[in-house]
């Protein structure tokens, strides 16, 4: 069973959610667009000092079971992998990450946010490499 508290601070807050749609507009329209090869990132700079996700899951991506999973994923690839400082980031899943599984869209979304120079800050430690 898990301890509240534990469950509390591993969630994703309210303050860490893009939430209103003309705060959605306005990534969309001035933010930085990045490409990767399962999802497309809108990556734009706030000034709450903290970074702050937003997920656009349409229905041209699946059910809502498929629209949920792909959710879950970027939420969970966002709450670790949280970058330092004040960014908007929006995530618009694409259909190969239906299929792929957590290591695959981690390394996605990493690699997308480096190459916008916005390098996340590792909160777990690498897994050793077996010899």
Request: charged share 35%; glycine share 6%.
């Amino acid at each position: 069973m898990h301890e509240p508290g534990n469950a509390q601070d591993a969630r994703l807050r309210r303050v860490e959610r893009v939430r209103r749609r003309p705060e959605y507009e306005a990534i969309y329209e001035t933010g930085r667009r990045l490409s990767g090869r399962l999802m497309t990132v809108f990556v734009q700079e706030n000034s709450l000092g903290r970074a702050r996700l937003g997920i656009a899951a349409t229905r041209k991506l699946g059910s809502a079971v498929i629209r949920n999973r792909a959710k879950r994923l970027v939420r969970e690839v966002f709450r670790r992998n949280k970058p330092p400082g004040g960014l908007d980031i929006v995530v618009i899943p694409r259909r190969e990450m239906i299929e792929a599984d957590y290591a695959h869209v981690e390394a996605d979304f990493l690699s997308t946010l480096t190459r916008r120079g916005a390098k996340p800050a590792r909160r777990e430690p690498p897994r050793p490499k077996p010899s």
